[in-house]
């Protein structure tokens, strides 16, 4: 039985286009990119390729690419690097109730470390108002961190308006954009983003590196996490992984040709699935908003079911889902996303997160809902929540 992938958001393959370009520096090219000698120095061209190949795909300058070792490692250098390096001390942070936890951790760290934190509500399709943005601002406001588009849900948020609240205001703005990366258009300058957290597996490029976007790098806005050899202008020191850089380069160079065509794509197969599931199955429900999401993203719930059963058992069809963020799912609690959108924890528990990729086809969304309906059924079968009346249906 072939497996049918469904969960591009926890990890994605790497695109084969991408390996073929890192290869050459696994197994031939063995430069360290602070030699002084032939290889390190070709070493370093392909960072400095790979950089602007990186800051081209959000319309920034390649010098305030810093290259990091994954995405959590992102987001905690530039929230907890901008917390820890003031001239003069503000205390006061905002963010929302939906972001990842490598944002909303930090958060929680720097609380106990005196800062004060604001955490903006969202609305029942998981949008932040930015007039309660502008509400939340103070004078001892440093920064807003609001992520593009949430991981689980998909919602896209009003990314330029925020940014232009703290532009106005002097604040520095965050933004992860991880999974918003090579899915739709990003423009820094546009949007007025000081930071941005970006990661190479999304766009089908290696596992373990990532970057952050730190506009005009040499106002030393931030302070390194990492002190040592002085890597990436001091920003994060530590031997540059170069095939893994190399790799994120291809991958974004790819992103940024094929992104237009590949999202039209991918919106009409995420349309497919959500209309086809909402219609011919009962009792079930859109999460996020139902036009401002990631046009791979399809988060479903379904009423008198547990999230894990239903994983369970289109796993043992040969479909692999996800309930949530790859980042929690460890944890027998419900999304703290879909609670935060007002679900009730039942509801929260039963829904099902469907990311399609690069290599979804539409047969591959077909055989799900061929299997769907009879799994649905039988699990409602078994459920001691379901009303009499629906088991008849």
């Known amino acids: 039985m072939k497996r049918i992938y469904f969960d591009y958001a926890a990890a994605a393959p790497v695109d084969p286009r991408v390996v073929e370009a890192m290869t050459p520096y696994l197994t031939e090219i063995m430069g360290n990119p602070s030699s002084v000698y032939t290889e390190g120095r070709q070493a370093i061209r392909e960072i400095q390729n790979a950089r602007q190949q990186v800051a081209e795909l959000i319309r920034a300058n390649s010098d305030d690419i810093v290259f990091t070792s994954g995405a959590t490692e992102s987001n905690n250098l530039a929230l907890l690097g901008a917390a820890f390096n003031q001239k003069v001390p503000k205390k006061h942070i905002i963010t929302s109730v939906i972001e990842h936890v490598s944002v909303l951790d930090p958060c929680k760290f720097l609380e106990t470390q005196g800062f004060e934190l604001t955490y903006l509500p969202v609305d029942n399709e998981g949008l932040v108002d930015p007039n309660e943005v502008l509400n939340a601002v103070n004078d001892d406001t440093l920064f807003i961190s609001v992520m593009y588009a949430n991981n689980e849900i998909g919602t896209i948020q009003p990314i330029p308006e925020i940014g232009k609240i703290a532009n106005e205001k002097g604040i520095l703005f965050h933004v992860d954009a991880v999974d918003t990366l090579g899915q739709i258009p990003i423009d820094v300058e546009a949007a007025h983003i000081d930071l941005m957290s970006l990661s190479a597996n999304t766009i089908y490029g290696p596992r373990g590196v990532a970057a952050l976007y730190i506009k005009n790098i040499k106002k030393r806005r931030i302070q390194p996490l990492f002190h040592g050899g002085g890597q990436e202008r001091n920003y994060r020191s530590g031997s540059e992984n170069v095939p893994g850089i190399i790799g994120f380069g291809a991958a974004a160079e790819i992103a940024k040709k094929e992104m237009e065509s590949e999202s039209q794509r991918l919106r009409g197969l995420r349309d497919k699935l959500i209309v086809e599931i909402l219609t011919h199955i009962p009792k079930t429900a859109l999460n996020g908003h139902r036009t401002k999401r990631l046009p791979a993203n399809a988060n479903i719930r379904f009423n008198y079911i547990e999230g ?86």
């Open 308 to 393: 894990e059963s239903l994983v369970l058992s289109l796993d043992m069809e040969g479909f692999a889902v996800a309930t949530g963020s790859a980042c929690t799912s460890k944890t027998l609690e419900p999304s703290h996303v879909l609670t935060a959108i007002g679900l009730p924890h039942e509801e929260a528990h039963g829904s099902l997160q469907f990311t399609l990729g690069r290599w979804t086809t539409e047969e591959e969304i077909y055989r799900l809902l061929e299997v769907l309906p009879d799994i649905i059924k039988r699990l409602r079968m078994m459920s001691p929540l379901t009303p009499p009346d629906l088991l008849e249906e």
